[in-house]
């Protein structure tokens, strides 16, 4: 399996904007058309510099199509955010050690 991890911070005292924003977002990108598999649709913690808010969607890392609607879909959902300053984020695409040990030849044991 495949993960898309998105991370995202912004300062505290945009917390009400950014919440409002989101529940505009979801109408736009409702979790049930998630082409993946949402692990963890949305968690959020605090900093001495702000929030941080991260989301993990699971994807089968053997269907290239899936991957690229995953990571369409989670690019799409961020670029809502983008005109409000102050809010920044990372999508990145992560592996299962299953899935990398199997990429240099070596197999997990059961």
Do not use: C
């Amino acid at each position: 399996m495949g993960y898309i991890v998105i991370t995202a911070w912004y300062p505290s005292h945009l917390g009400t904007e950014l919440g409002k924003k989101y529940l505009e977002v979801m109408k736009k990108y409702p979790p049930s058309k998630n082409p993946g598999k949402d692990i963890i649709p949305v968690m959020v913690t605090t900093t001495k510099k702000g929030i941080n808010v991260m989301s993990i969607t699971e994807y089968k890392d053997d269907d290239p199509q899936m991957f690229s609607d995953v990571l369409n879909w989670a690019n799409s959902n961020m670029a809502e955010y983008m005109n409000i300053e102050g809010f920044e984020y990372k999508v990145r695409n992560w592996g299962s050690i299953q899935a990398s040990m199997e990429l240099i030849g070596l197999k997990m044991p059961e």
